[in-house]
Each structure stands twice: as structure tokens, then as C-alpha cells.
């Protein structure tokens, strides 16, 4: 039998907030939401936002007011929603108004040239040729300059493009934790690995103690590594500022440390590890790698995900010279108003002008379906598979090609083969990489239309988070899967309401592509795409609870299921537990900094099995021979 690969916990934060328990999916949809869900929300962004803290079960404000719960959007709602999604780029990132650089300046010194004072040890190496240097006392010179000197001086300029996903706004994870000067990406990482474990019901140690050391596995990467000052921000800039590259600075920016991270700080796994970049399919390319892992029982339990948090001047100006980001002078344009509407810059299948970056870290847990049955855990979806595909040759690296066209035909096709034709055609959606660029809006379109036309589709719905949270690179395919899996719990499909209308020039025939949200019966699968700079295409298929949950049944039979709905009673109250500490702003981040840490002495060996210290189980090596057959 093929293991099916359980979604049984999730987390993460991005744009629209936490990820576990629907809370991001909530505020792209706030309006559609009941009282009680919408309440529920503001009051866990209100303190994911650090504008109210828990105090003695109580919530108070900054003021030492305490106030109550049903109070928190009429006195809070206005700046929550303004300090979410996708807004004017804050300063905590760079000033897009006065944006920093140093700018070149040569001076003509005059008849009189320049003469000034130093320290010997602060003179530039070599010297310039116009520079005449005397020495004086106490290790000191006087330097004479004649003739031009070129200099290079603090600066600022107004940077064109002035909005992004952000983090909501007072969002602080280095204050949650010891962070020890870690990269923003780093901290996002901690906050959803430690998110998505808590929201199973279950600790880490719980479920691991399950499963051989050996069957855990963490997938996880980042696009650009840690682009900030604490990672390679500062490896690239320090030495021109004058300042000195730390011992930090390198380790911190390799792709590999979302995993590592996980690994060293929060698991403490010493199972399969794995990093895998993709671009704009990072996340997928990840869950590839755990789901085949699972399905072919090498790993039984996985926790997946990606991070980047790339907002700097840097990656903003490389993507913008690519004209590749929506910019003021492209918004004006478009709206014909001579005003940049920073909310709506990201308007995917409609008129557009460029992606808005973001930021986001997200994680999902995974576990084979005999594992999750026999814990009890909650069921979100499951994965029956992902795939990637390539584009072929090319004349520019960043242009689409036909990968995509192969991964959705088989995503698509895969789905009709478990759930039926009917299901495709009534009850599946597409959660589209949606990225809101001119060519992207065509060429995505055009490939679900003739995959609907060839698997006769009408009316098929297509959401875009990017038209929310922006394009977080790496972790983007994250945000679509979060988004799908709060469309199966809720029945809310969100529409793009950045746009006014589908753009001429989409192929929009076949499918449903919504300027409002609107509610949907119950789906049974999502497709979940993406297509990534360089030509990394992947298409995952996403299987719905209620799909999951009759597929388990029919397997395992319904004794088994009796049993494990019985399980399920304590797992909601633990999961219950902890989405009413998160919403009040007790997040309980998991940071094993040297906690645990293993040594030679605590590792047993045997030609049988190796025993690790802390870990339930045995590791069993190898004792069959894999190629009898050519022995």
C-alpha cells in the first residue's frame, strides 16, 4: 500500500497574520466571516500585534485598560485592518520615501586644495596620487590633497516602488524568544515551526516518540537566504560601511537554515533533513520531497516549510530593474487618478503592472495516515501528490514555458483517477501562483483553460493570495496551500477583490475568477500551483478532510475509525487549548537553544540498531540486500 500524506497541523505567519487555525485566512475573508469568527480574529490579531496583551485572563491594552473582547474592533479594528495585508512599506524595513545610498561625488579642491588631520592608521590603502601625506606626532598626519577627489557620500532617494506584504504591523517574534541578533527570517521560522507542532494537539516529543528516529524528517528552505543585516546583508555591506562582517553573518544567510533551524532549535531531529530551492516553488518542491518520502515509507512523520523575509532595498531595487514590481508611476497609470493605491498594487488576472513582494514563514506537519489514526490528530487535508516539471529551452531564463502545462495535466489527472471526473468538474478549485504581472495573467490563464477544456471543466473557481499577502518567493506555494486548507473549513472562496475586473486578454472561458468572495459548497480538492523564475514549475494536489477522512475509512475500515474519533476528543480540547492561548498572545515558541544537545556517549551501536539518548525508539539498520537480484 501507498502511505497517504496527512495534513494534521499547520503554522506560519504572513501578511494577513498566524497561520494556525485559519486566523490569515480569516482576515483576507473578515467580511464574509460570522460574529463569532470575526470577533475571535480581531482579538488574535489585536494581540499578535502586540496592541493588547493577556494579563490574569484578562486582555489590556498599552494604556493598562483592560478591554473586552467584543470592544477589540470597535477600538482596534480600523488600525488592525490598516496594519495587515498588503500596505505603504513601513520603516522598520527602509523608508521608500528616502531610501538610503551613498552617492558619488567628485570635487574639484580649488587653488587652495584640502588639508586636514588624521590618525596614520585611518589612511586608505593605497593612497590616492593627489593625496601628499607629513607625518606629525603621536602616530598622526597632515594630508594634503590637490587636484580632484572622489568621494562617496549618505544619501537617499525616493524608491519607486513603495509597497509590500508585510509582517502585521507590531508583530515582534524577536521578543518572544532569546534571539540572539537572528535574522527576521530566522525568527519567522521559529515562530510557525513552534506554531504548526502546537496546533496538532500534540508536543513534538509526543508524536516523534510514535516513530523511529529515522522516520522524522524536516524539508524546509529559503529563496534568498537571510538578506537582512544579521545574515548575508551584512556579508555583502559591512566591509564597504566600514564596519566588520561577523562570525554570524555567512552561516546565518545559507538556504539551508529554516531546516537547520528547525533541526538544531525545535525538533532536535536527527532524521532525514532536507532543503530544496526553487524559486517561486520553494514550498512545493519541499513538500514533493516529504510526501514521496512518506508514501514510500521511508519517513513516517515531517514537518515542511520555507521562510524568506526579503524586504530590503536590495532585493526590492533587483526585482524592480527587472521590471518586475509594480511601481508608483505604473499605478497612476493604471488607476488614471495620479494616486498609487498602495493596498491594491497586487491585481493578479487583472489590469497590472507588476508583483508586490512580501514576506512569510510557513510550516504544515505531515504524517503518514496509519500514524495519524492511531493518534487521533486532526485532519486538514492530505497530499496526493506534487509535481515539478521544467520548461525546456529558453530565451530568457525568467520567461513561462510549458512545464506548467505538464505538472497541472497530471495534478488534475491524478485527481480525477481518486475522487472521479464529477469531482473535478464541481468540486475542485485552483489556488493559482496568481502573480500579477502582464504575461503572467495570460500565459497562467491559458494553461488553465485548456486543462479545463480538456478534462471538461466549466465555471472553475481560481484564488490568488498574492492579491493579499503579496509574493513571499519561497514561502508563496505555503500561502496557497493555507489558503486552500481555510477554503475546505470554511466555504469561503475568496475572490480578488484588488481588481475591478478580469482583464481582457485572460482566458477566463472556463473559469470563475471573482472580484468578490463568495460562499462555495464543500470542495473536495485543490490544485495548487506555481511557476517559479528559471522555469520550476510544481502543481501539488491537495485532498480535502472529508475526502481524506472516506479514503482512511476505507482502508482501515470502520472499527478503526471508531476508535479513532474516540482519540479525537482529547486532541480537540489540547488543539482548543492552544488556539485560545494563541489568540491571547501566548505563543509558547519553541527554542532548545543547547537544550538536549547530544554526545558521543549518548549514541549505542550494535550491528543491529543504534540507540540515540531522548529518543524512544531504536534505529534499525539495514539488513536486506536491495539488489539481490543482481548479486
Known amino acids: ?49 502586540n496592541l493588547l496583551t493577556s494579563q490574569d485572563g484578562k486582555l489590556v491594552d498599552q494604556d493598562g485598560n483592560v478591554v473586552d473582547k467584543a470592544d477589540v474592533e470597535q477600538q482596534f479594528g480600523e488600525e488592525i485592518l490598516a496594519g495587515t495585508l ?88 524577536a521578543s518572544m524568544y532569546n534571539s540572539r541578533y537572528q535574522p527576521r527570517g530566522l525568527q519567522a521560522t521559529i515562530f510557525g515551526a513552534a506554531d504548526a507542532i502546537h496546533s496538532t494537539g500534540y508536543s513534538w516529543n509526543e508524536i516523534a516518540d510514535k516513530v523511529s528516529p529515522d522516520e522524522i524528517g524536516t524539508y524546509s528552505a529559503s529563496v534568498f537566504g537571510q538578506t537582512q543585516a544579521e545574515g548575508v546583508g551584512g556579508m555583502m555591506q559591512n566591509r564597504l560601511k566600514g564596519e566588520r562582517v561577523s562570525t554570524k553573518n555567512l552561516a546565518l544567510g545559507l538556504n539551508t537554515m529554516p531546516t537547520d533551524f528547525v533541526n538544531a532549535y525545535v525538533t532536535g531531529n536527527v532524521g532525514t533533513t532536507f532543503t530544496s530551492t526553487g524559486a517561486c516553488a520553494t514550498f512545493l518542491y519541499n513538500l514533493k520531497a516529504a510526501v514521496q518520502d512518506i508514501q514510500a515509507g521511508r519517513i513516517r512523520l515531517a514537518i515542511v516549510g520555507s521562510n524568506d523575509c526579503a524586504i530590503t532595498p536590495e532585493v526590492v531595487e533587483g526585482f524592480g530593474n527587472m521590471s518586475a514590481l509594480a511601481n508608483e508611476e505604473g499605478l497612476k497609470k493604471l488607476d488614471g487618478n495620479g494616486i498609487a493605491d498602495h493596498r491594491n498594487t497586487s491585481r493578479p488576472f487583472g489590469d497590472n503592472c507588476g508583483f508586490t513582494i512580501g514576506e512569510a514563514a510557513q510550516f504544515i506537519i505531515l504524517m503518514d495516515d496509519a500514524l495519524a489514526l492511531e493518534l487521533g490528530v486532526n485532519v486538514l487535508g492530505s497530499v496526493a501528490d506534487v509535481y515539478t516539471n521544467a520548461d525546456g529551452i529558453k530565451k530568457s531564463i525568467t520567461a513561462p514555458g510549458p512545464g506548467n502545462y505538464i505538472t497541472m495535466a497530471k495534478s488534475v489527472a ?61 514561502p508563496a506555494s505555503g500561502d496557497q496551500v493555507a489558503m486552500a486548507l481555510g477554503i475546505f473549513a470554511h466555504n469561503i472562496m475568496p475572490g480578488i477583490t484588488t481588481i475591478k475586473k478580469v482583464a481582457d486578454d485572460v482566458h477566463n472561458e472556463r473559469l470563475n475568477i471573482a472580484t468578490e468572495h463568495w460562499d462555495c459548497h464543500n470542495m473536495d480538492v485543490a490544485f495548487i500551483n506555481s511557476k517559479g523564475f528559471g522555469g520550476n514549475n510544481a502543481t501539488a494536489t491537495l485532498l480535502s478532510p472529508d475526502v481524506t477522512l472516506s479514503m482512511m475509512e476505507k482502508r482501515h475500515g470502520k472499527d478503526k475509525m471508531a476508535s479513532y474519533e474516540e482519540k479525537t476528543v482529547a486532541v480537540e480540547q489540547a488543539r482548543a487549548t492552544y488556539q485560545e492561548q494563541a489568540n491571547n498572545g501566548e505563543f509558547q515558541l519553541i527554542y532548545r537553544f543547547g537544550d538536549g544537545t547530544l554526545m558521543d556517549d ?4 550494535s550491528t543491529e540498531d543504534i540507540g540515540v539518548t531522548g529518543f524512544a525508539n531504536k534505529i534499525q539498520l539495514p539488513k536486506n540486500n536491495p539488489f539481490n537480484d543482481m548479486i
Not at 497561520?19 to 482579538?43: M, P
Not at 549518548?602 to 551501536?605: G, Q, V
Open 414 to 474: 491524478l485527481a480525477a483517477a481518486i475522487v472521479g471526473e464529477e469531482s473535478i468538474q464541481q468540486r475542485s478549485f485552483i489556488l493559482a501562483h496568481g502573480s500579477s504581472t502582464p504575461q503572467n495573467r495570460v500565459t497562467e490563464s491559458l494553461i488553465y483553460h485548456r486543462i479545463a477544456e480538456s478534462f471538461d471543466i466549466n465555471n472553475w473557481p481560481v484564488a490568488a493570495p498574492k492579491a493579499y499577502v503579496g509574493h513571499t518567493i519561497g
Open 602 to 605: 549518548d549514541i549505542t551501536l
Open 1 to 49: 500500500m501507498t502511505a497517504l500524506p496527512i495534513i494534521v497541523g499547520m503554522g506560519g505567519i504572513n501578511a494577513a497574520g498566524r497561520t494556525s487555525f485559519h486566523q490569515g485566512f480569516r482576515r483576507i475573508v473578515i467580511d464574509k466571516l460570522n460574529a463569532e469568527a470575526r470577533q475571535e480574529t480581531f482579538v488574535g490579531l489585536a494581540t499578535l500585534m
Open 86 to 173: 498588503i500596505r505603504k512599506i513601513e520603516n522598520e524595513h527602509f523608508d521608500p520615501d528616502a531610501t538610503p545610498w551613498q552617492q558619488k561625488l567628485t570635487m574639484d579642491v580649488g587653488d587652495q586644495g584640502i588639508t586636514f588631520e588624521t590618525r596614520a592608521r585611518d589612511l586608505p590603502k593605497p593612497l590616492p596620487r593627489t593625496w601628499k601625506v607629513t607625518e606629525l606626532e603621536e602616530k598622526r598626519v597632515r594630508v594634503e590633497i590637490a587636484g580632484e577627489i572622489e568621494v562617496k557620500h549618505d544619501s537617499t532617494r525616493d524608491n519607486p516602488i513603495k509597497a509590500a506584504g508585510q509582517l502585521p504591523t507590531g508583530f515582534k517574534p
